[in-house]
């Protein structure tokens, strides 16, 4: 089976720095997905790793540790608009084929 | 704007009827997802379709199927609803199912409710 474990809720402070972080046990891997979910909103896309190491997009960085089943969305100069639920997901095989699967999800507050 | 449609934004039924949820993935994307999210469980795949196939199978219940037809346009029914089918339902589309990157557009989602 397939198990991801993520923070319920962090709070930050508007420009600072804040980690969220993932773990996951999976029966094979094919990559690790973020991606941001405004309530009510539908989620977008943050980044994917499917290689050991830090990938770099704007203010959001992700790392992934494939021998540890680790990965971290960083998240820098934090904005009230980055007040979100992150999502991380696992893609992994599942019948011939790659299914993802869903973290519940860290709520993120940020404050003034 | 992701540029994928989902129709209707909002449904509300009865326990036991049947309902059609409609996705249109955008231009030029082969690959339509099927997710379920409910408070009490986050975010589900249900099934995938490819260029008109079934692709993938997640956690889909068997009162709900879904197609893709030629048109590359998805369909998701779910038949015997119960109260516990009430959840948003998102149709997400990416390029292709294999390849570097499965970077997948969300929908605005249907939220489902079962009375």
């Known amino acids: 089976g397939q198990n991801i474990d993520q923070p319920t809720e962090m709070t930050a402070t508007e420009g600072a720095i804040v980690q969220i972080n993932c773990t996951y046990q999976t029966s094979g891997f094919n990559g690790l997905f973020w991606y941001q979910q405004h309530a009510g909103e539908a989620p977008t896309f943050l980044s994917y790793n499917v290689l050991d190491g830090l990938e770099e997009k704007g203010r959001f960085s992700s790392f992934l540790s494939r021998s540890k089943g680790y990965s971290y969305l960083l998240l820098k100069e934090l904005q009230m608009k980055d007040s979100a639920s992150y999502l991380c997901a696992v893609r992994a095989p599942s019948g011939g084929s790659y299914i993802p699967t869903f973290g519940r999800g860290t709520s993120l507050i940020v404050h003034p | 704007d992701s540029g994928v449609t989902q129709t209707p934004k909002h449904l509300i039924t009865a326990t036991g009827q049947r309902v059609t949820l409609r996705c249109s993935p955008r231009?030029?994307?082969?690959?339509v997802y099927w997710y379920q999210q409910s408070l009490d469980q986050g975010l589900q795949f249900l099934i995938q379709?490819?260029?008109?196939?079934?692709?993938a199978k997640g956690n889909i219940l068997e009162r709900f199927s879904a197609q893709q037809f030629p048109d590359l346009h998805s369909e998701l029914n779910l038949s015997s609803l119960e109260l516990g089918d009430s959840a948003l339902y998102f149709c997400?589309?990416?390029?292709?199912?294999?390849?570097?990157?499965?970077?997948?557009?969300f929908g605005p989602g249907t939220r489902l409710t079962v009375t």
């Open positions: 997400a589309s990416s390029p292709r199912t294999s390849g570097v990157s499965y970077e997948q557009y």
């Open positions: 231009s030029g994307d082969l690959s």
């Open positions: 379709y490819y260029n008109g196939e079934e692709r």
